[in-house]
């Protein structure tokens, strides 16, 4: 796969709704949290957890292949790639909130 392949792959994936929740919740527990945690944050917590899995942002050395559903206290790990992304994500959004909280006061136009 080109490089642009894959940029084009994980930028999908850092769009999928949840994805967000799962990283900023592991972050804002130290980097870590349990599998019953992010479940609570985060609907369909488990496919989330595959595909960040699959992409290198998240580990969990418990959980094998997470072809089953691991249960609640199963740990879950960002790694430095996970948390470099997940740092610059945060930024981003809180660079543009004032961005949207101005649009979203502007009057709209016909």
């Given at each position: 796969m080109?490089?642009?392949?894959?940029?084009?792959?994980?930028?999908?994936?850092l769009a999928k709704p949840g994805v967000y929740e799962v990283l900023h919740g592991?972050?804002?527990?130290g980097g870590t949290a349990t599998?019953?945690?992010?479940?609570a944050d985060v609907r369909q917590?488990?496919?989330?957890l595959r595909a960040l899995s699959a992409a290198g942002f998240v580990i969990s050395p418990h959980s094998g292949s997470l072809d089953?559903?691991?249960?609640g206290q199963t740990a879950f790990?960002?790694?430095?790639?996970?948390?470099?992304v997940t740092g610059r994500i945060i930024r981003l959004r809180?660079?543009?909130?004032?961005?949207?909280?101005?649009?979203?006061?502007?009057?709209?136009?016909?």
């Amino acid at each position: 796969m080109s490089d642009h392949g894959r940029i084009e792959q994980i930028l999908t994936l850092l769009a999928k709704p949840g994805v967000y929740e799962v990283l900023h919740g592991m972050r804002s527990r130290g980097g870590t949290a349990t599998f019953g945690h992010l479940r609570a944050d985060v609907r369909q917590a488990l496919p989330l957890l595959r595909a960040l899995s699959a992409a290198g942002f998240v580990i969990s050395p418990h959980s094998g292949s997470l072809d089953i559903e691991p249960h609640g206290q199963t740990a879950f790990y960002l790694t430095a790639k996970g948390e470099a992304v997940t740092g610059r994500i945060i930024r981003l959004r809180q660079s543009l909130a004032p961005h949207a909280a101005r649009r979203s006061g502007r009057p709209r136009t016909p």
